[in-house]
Each structure stands twice: as structure tokens, then as C-alpha cells.
């Protein structure tokens, strides 16, 4: 049973580009969170899709938008990238109400 | 503004030490803490969870300690090991808000031979 996979592992951005990250769940979750984790801290919640719908946000500017579709998978995207962006983004998934999985995460960098 | 404060950043043990790492949070309504353990280059593992109705819970060398009053709870890790060392993560969230995870600052935990 795959768990949660998040491609690509890795990527370089420039100022100003955007990016999109995407997150397989695992197998059976229908839950899908998005989260920031900047160098030597704890993630940051971003938002949650449910039922293909954004379920909460936290407090991350418009620029950083998702989307989630039919099958559960789901993307990250980030407009109008800044240098404070470079992180690790992590894809978490659950059943509502449970645990939640983490993925490997994909490593950001914005020159 | 951080919900949940967690110390120390970094701790060193020997092998077979104990270490213990600390967290505290003001939000009530949390019903939910679980500890991940992150090693470098990886995401974030479950270890262990435990909510508020119980003052402690152990599996294997790993004890989750909660003090409701003082809005606290501790990771204990006995007999620690090479293995252990990665960075700890605690957690904190409500049934209520989905399940959203706020999360500590983490604790470097490194184990010596």
C-alpha cells in the first residue's frame, strides 16, 4: 500500500515564476492538507480539501491556491514566487476526524 | 503567533539516556496532540498521540505525559538510541477545526554511542 507521494522531490524556481506541487494520497484518504515548513521550524498549515472543496485556510496570502480532484489527489500552487517562499511543502492525508500521513515533501527553492 | 511552544531546540543524550522534550499551548479547545518524529530529508512520522481524558500513554520506549491543568505535555523517550536522533515535532488540534495541526518548533534530538 503506497502511502502519501508528493512530486517532484525537488525543484528551482525563479522570483516571480510559479509552481505547481502535487500529492497522491494514500490509498482510501479523501482528505488532503497542504503544509509549509520553512528551514529549522515546525509545518504551517496552508489549507485542506475535502470533497474536492477547500475546507480551512491558514494564514497564507491569495498567491498560494489548490485544488483537489475526483480521485482525492491534489495540487499546491504559488504565484508570483518570493525568495520567503523557499520551504519544504508537505502533503498530508487522512480520513476526517484521523490521523493524518505525511509525504516525503518537495523541496522548494526560489533565487 | 505560535499556538504551541516546544523546548528545548536541540538536546543531546547518550545512548541509553533518557531524553525528554517539553510542550505548552493556551488553546483550550485543542483535544488532540500527537508527536511526529522527522528525519532529515523526510516528512514528518506519527509516533505517538494521546488526548486530554488520559494523563499519560506509553508505546515501546515512548511515553506521552499531559498535564490538563497546566496546558502541558512531554515526550519522554527511555533507553534512546543512534536511531532516535531526528527532530521531534509536537502537535496540537481540534475535532472540532478538522483535525488542523499546529505544530512546535521542534527538538533536535541527537543520541551519542
Known amino acids: 500500500d503506497a502511502g502519501v507521494t508528493q512530486s517532484p522531490t525537488h525543484l528551482i524556481k525563479t522570483r516571480g515564476q510559479q509552481v505547481t506541487l502535487r500529492c497522491s494520497p494514500k490509498?482510501?484518504?479523501?482528505?488532503v492538507s497542504w503544509y509549509q515548513q520553512a528551514l529549522g521550524q515546525g509545518p504551517q498549515f496552508i489549507f485542506q480539501y475535502y470533497e474536492e472543496e477547500e475546507r480551512q485556510r491558514g494564514n497564507f496570502p491569495d498567491r498560494f491556491s489548490g485544488h483537489q480532484f475526483p480521485n482525492y489527489s491534489s495540487e499546491l500552487n504559488v504565484n508570483a514566487l518570493l525568495l520567503g517562499d523557499s520551504a519544504l511543502y508537505l502533503c498530508?492525508?487522512?480520513?476526517?476526524?484521523?490521523?493524518?500521513?505525511f509525504g516525503q515533501g518537495t523541496r522548494l527553492t526560489v533565487v | 503567533q505560535q499556538q504551541v511552544k516546544q523546548s528545548p531546540q536541540s538536546l543531546i543524550v547518550q545512548k541509553g539516556g533518557i531524553s525528554i522534550i517539553n510542550c505548552a499551548y493556551e488553546n483550550t479547545a485543542f483535544d488532540y496532540f500527537p508527536w511526529y518524529q522527522q528525519f532529515p530529508g523526510k516528512g514528518p512520522a506519527l509516533l505517538i498521540a494521546i488526548r486530554p481524558d488520559v494523563s499519560e500513554k506509553k508505546e515501546g520506549r515512548f511515553t506521552i505525559s499531559f498535564n490538563k491543568s497546566a496546558k502541558q505535555f512531554s515526550l519522554h523517550i527511555m533507553d534512546s538510541q543512534p536511531g532516535d536522533s531526528a527532530t521531534y515535532f509536537c502537535a496540537a488540534s481540534t475535532r472540532s477545526n478538522d483535525y488542523k495541526l499546529s505544530f512546535g518548533a521542534g527538538t533536535t534530538v541527537t543520541v551519542r554511542a
Open positions: 498530508a492525508s487522512s480520513l476526517p476526524g484521523n490521523v493524518a500521513f
Open positions: 490509498s482510501g484518504h479523501d482528505t
